[in-house]
């Protein structure tokens, strides 16, 4: 598949009155991508401070919207620039923090994985121990592999979106997960659960 950024009328007129200083077309343009940003944001930084490197690297996008090329699609250009950011403010700190593991939901709140949503009380505790497991066994990852599971099956990032956020290639993105799941899977059935959760088997 091809990465070239290739809009759609109405959004290359965007584009072109972003880029010659249209604060209203470039939040149009860029609004849908936030939750994704933010998302990013917080594997390095975590949910508390997620939303400002967002904002931060919006603002960076603004000031380098004029020399952005359309060689690569929009929303993997400002991943790019989160991640640059996010990086910043830990070598700023000089803090390694590790990606937690509940992302954030469209409004900034933490969502759990998986999502516990059973009917009966029985159900929700069988639900809560599987929670339980999963991110005992997540631990057990190494942090590249927990963040591209993570924003694989929690955040619903594409390949190439993963790659742009973390700062690999698409190859060691799908080469990193292969190796979770085969991680997480073996963690798992260790502690008793013969698979992986629905929402990470595919």
């Not at 949910?47 to 000031?63: G, S, T």
Request: hydrophobic share 45%.
């Amino acid at each position: 598949m091809s990465h070239v950024f290739l809009p759609g009328r109405e959004d290359s007129a965007r584009l072109a009155r972003a880029r010659g200083g249209d604060l209203q077309a470039f939040a149009e343009l860029f609004e849908p991508l936030r939750p994704k940003a933010i998302a990013a944001a917080a594997r390095w930084v975590g949910p508390d401070r997620a939303e400002d490197v967002a904002m931060d690297a919006f603002i960076q996008a603004w000031k380098a919207l004029p020399g952005f090329a359309g060689r690569s699609n929009l929303a993997t250009w400002i991943l790019r620039i989160v991640r640059n950011r996010a990086l910043d403010v830990l070598r700023a700190e000089n803090v390694r923090r590790a990606e937690p593991l509940d992302a954030p939901d469209d409004e900034g709140r933490a969502r759990p994985l998986p999502d516990i949503t059973a009917d009966t009380p029985a159900e929700i505790a069988a639900r809560r121990d599987l929670t339980a497991c999963v991110e005992r066994a997540l631990d057990t990852l190494s942090a590249p592999h927990r963040q591209v599971l993570l924003l694989r099956y929690v955040d619903g990032f594409s390949y190439a979106e993963i790659a742009a956020a973390v700062g690999v290639s698409i190859g060691t993105v799908m080469s990193r997960l292969f190796n979770a799941r085969r991680k997480l899977k073996t963690a798992l059935k260790d502690a008793g659960i013969e698979d992986l959760p629905e929402e990470m088997s595919e």
